[in-house]
């Protein structure tokens, strides 16, 4: 395969190269940077001579590019594009009903929500693991000294990426307090989201006319029902989904977050400050007895990076329920769901003290991972559909 991949750093980015590398792929990188994903003239020219210059049968990036798949329609070339993120502004743009996309989103809720709007074109898969690079990572004496702990979190609290805290104190009582009150009903749901079906159209634009937010650009077809279900209420459930369960659990445990996040609220967490992806992380969660997982909100049924991140680096995984789990993955013997608060520290307690079984699952989630789940195995599937259809 002749790849131009467009790359914008997107943490992902490593792994695929890894393997496209690893698929002994023919690869021409792009490493400018966007100034517009949608009207970037600059970088359509350079994508552009690249296509007239060289050979490619297809162009790839992480998450859906307007830019890109405006340039790969003209020269009529597959453009693959694996989408990581939930909310994708993106696909919203009307340029995802071009001919010569090839859309793959890991959610299969997110999935279904944008297929009809190019049928044959859009399609559903998980993520992956760059489980050749984990396993290249060694753990020395000084990494045990560092990292060594019962329990840990890599990740963002979500406060700072949270929109609703900005506009709550200026909002009216009424939209306020239906706010609040979806808010906390969808922080005891497990494996479900609320949000979309509890919000009519009538209360969004109420929403949307208190928030004062810019609105898309005029080849967007904007979801206001989506805005607010997920990047105000849903990063707002994020981020007291994690602040609660990890103040829960630093009540009984000893708890290291790795976190660029404001760690006020969590007065008995260990603040180790933040991870590198690459060179601290894959440390982290091969020293840590238990490694977490709490899954953004907005994500309502398919399964987040750090989740294959874990797996692949041979992690005891304890994670929220997501129906795609399921698919892949069986409960109890690859890793372990909780369903609230008080089963995640109930299973906290039982794993730190049954060393034996923890390192069991552990094995058999890495095992899985590296048999079925690496970026490898999951660029040939993406090659095969994109390539059909």
Sequence with gaps: MNVIFCKWTSICEDAIDTALVQLNCNITRITRLLDSVDYDTDYMSTLSQTLSST??????????????????????IPYLCLIVDSPCFQLYSDT???????????????????????????????????????????????????????ISFVGSLYSEKCRYNQIEQSLPPQIRGYADGLIEAQLHMSGANLLRESISQEFAEKFKACAKWVPLEQDYREDTIGIVADTYLGYKCTEQDRIRKLNALADH????????????????????????????????????????????????????????????????????????????????????IYYSTSDLIEKTAYYLEHEEERRAIAQNGYRKTASQHTYALRLVQMFELALKS
């Excluded at 050979?55 to 009529?76: E, G, H, M, Q, T």
């Excluded at 299969?108 to 044959?120: A, C, G, V």
């Design 253 to 336: 445990f000893s708890v290291d977050l790795y976190t660029l996040s404001d760690t006020s609220s969590l007065p008995k967490i260990h603040n180790k400050g933040p991870a590198d992806s690459r060179n601290m992380m894959p440390q982290i969660i091969k020293c840590s007895k238990i490694n977490l997982n709490f899954t953004n909100i907005p994500i309502s049924s398919g399964l987040p990076q750090r989740i294959f991140d874990i797996l692949g680096c041979g992690g005891f995984l304890m994670t929220n329920f997501q129906p795609e789990l399921l698919d892949w993955f069986v409960p109890d013997e690859d890793l372990v």
């Design 55 to 76: 050979p490619a049968d297809c162009v790839l990036s992480v998450n859906f590019i307007p830019v890109i798949a405006r340039v790969c329609n003209v020269y009529k």
């Design 96 to 150: 995802i009903r071009l001919p010569y996309n090839r859309i793959f989103i890991f959610d299969r809720d997110l999935y279904r929500k944008f297929h009809n709007e190019n049928p044959s074109c859009i399609f559903h898969i998980p993520l992956a693991s760059d489980v050749a690079f984990w396993d290249s990572v060694p753990v020395r004496k000084e990494d045990h000294a560092t990292y060594d702990c019962d």
